[in-house]
């Protein structure tokens, strides 16, 4: 049902701030990155060393999901995405255990699909199960070896 963990995702006020430390203190690559007017927040993957990411998720506007998590701090682990080869089956797999979830989107011509585990049935994490391809949100600079494959 898993291949791999693909990101953590780190929920911050300050975006650039953020950015500037994981990009210019530890070297991190920028990467894919976009705004999601619906749910009011930007996100920008980073790749390191042996390609491991992070995601960087911050409020674009009152009214974001994001509100409540960034409250009474400044930032957080918000969640680990895990990938998936087909979210339909993750789906019934966790229907068939009785674990529920929520949240199904598709995304940029359902290259992206996603589901979410909340975290009181995830042991106190929130995981996002997702069936894309890793390459498609590399930068440029940083792909996968040729020999792997998903």
Known sequence: MILRIDHVSIAVKNQEKAER???????????????????????????????????????????????????????????????????????????EKGIPFFGYREYHGGIWKEIFIHPRDAFGVLIQLAEFHPDDWLSSEVKLPPHTKW
């Open 21 to 95: 430390f994981f990009r210019d203190v530890l070297g991190a690559v920028e990467g894919t990155s976009a705004a999601d007017p619906q749910t009011r927040f930007f996100w920008k993957l980073f790749s390191l060393g042996d390609l491991s990411r992070l995601e960087i998720i911050s409020p674009t506007g009152m009214g974001s999901f994001l509100d409540n998590f960034l409250k009474d701090k400044e930032a957080g682990i918000h969640h680990i995405t895990l990938q998936t080869p087909d979210i339909h089956q993750a789906m019934s797999n966790l229907k």
